[in-house]
């Protein structure tokens, strides 16, 4: 029998339930909420869970690629009334949470790239590999099915940060050496499911590029004098001491990142009026997107804190990477992006923080 509990960190100084539930088939199910949740257990099934793919190496790009052939099968675009990430009705369809209703939810991936107890994995002369262990985790926002971050409302989005905040402790206290909590939107990125939702992945190796990042940290970037610099040619605004700008190197068309003024290693070590701002700006951005292309804009969010061990001089941010370079318009990833890695981008920074910038004051 699952039993609430309150979170050690309070957010605007109000209380945070957890409330955590073992589903049929092993995983685990996190319900969250201003409210202590007492929905009682629906119907649920005990299928049978891949527990995640291999890891291979690559000679000559020096990255580790996770292998996982299960994923082929994970659900793609269910009709509204298959809806896995709804709540499960009485009577209803069996759905990933089996409780008529919550707050917010998180739960581990059933088509997991990464988990804590893969194991299996190929021999092959002269490629290492490796079991891809480590977590992944699904967040879904809300209990209906249609919404966004701004369309959830501030109270739900500060509800968001705390249970990324829990995820963060409890995959860096299961060995996770870096915690990535994303989101990706729109069917021009690949989205599967609609209802909204975002996931967080726990790697048992820093990632290329968050490695390379921690690095230029650690060798002296200072990113707090890169924001103090843009703003406000570059900058959107600044809410609770997070700014949101244009990065002056942006790779991507309306490139946007969120990131405290004064440095942070992540959001953990935020106080609590930048976690106020950083849920503002997760939804305003959100919006803004939206507004300047007139459709559901298609991005790709993430958070990129520092790893389990820390890192010198680490600053925390949340990037966000538009799929579209105007309205109607897909800023496709093609040859020369792929091959080398060096990106053509066809929006000036500058232009793009002017018309960011236009959104609030009307003008688009």
Known sequence: MSENETLARRIAGREVYRRSHKKADGRMLHLY?????????QSESADPIAQGGELRHHPLRQEWNVYAAHRQNRTFKPAASDDPLAPTRPGG????????????????????????SASNVATLDGIATEPAKGACDVVVYAPEAEGNL????????RLLIAALLDRYEAMFAQGCEYVLPFENRGDEV??????????????????????????AFAGGYDLAAEIRTAMPDYGLGEEGGIAA????????????????????????DCTDEELEGLAYWLGEITRRYDALFEQPAATMMAFHAAPRNGSDNYHFTVQFYPLLRAKG?????????????VFTVDVMPETAAEHLRAVKNGQV
């Open 33 to 41: 909420g201003e409210q202590p949740h007492t929905s009682p257990l």
């Open 93 to 116: 369809p069996e759905t990933e949470i089996p409780f008529e209703d919550f707050e917010l939810a998180i739960f581990e991936n059933k088509f997991a790239a990464f988990h804590p």
């Open 150 to 157: 701004y369309s959830i409302g501030q109270e739900r989005r």
């Open 190 to 215: 690949g989205v599967t499911l609609h209802h909204p939702h975002g996931q967080i992945y726990g790697f048992n190796r820093v990632p290329k590029v968050q490695q390379r990042a921690a690095d």
């Open 245 to 268: 700008f244009v990065p002056r190197f942006a790779r991507f068309p309306y490139e946007v990142w969120l990131a405290p003024i004064e440095r942070r290693a992540g959001p953990w």
């Open 329 to 341: 318009r897909v800023k496709y990833l093609a040859s020369v992006e792929q091959h080398s890695g």
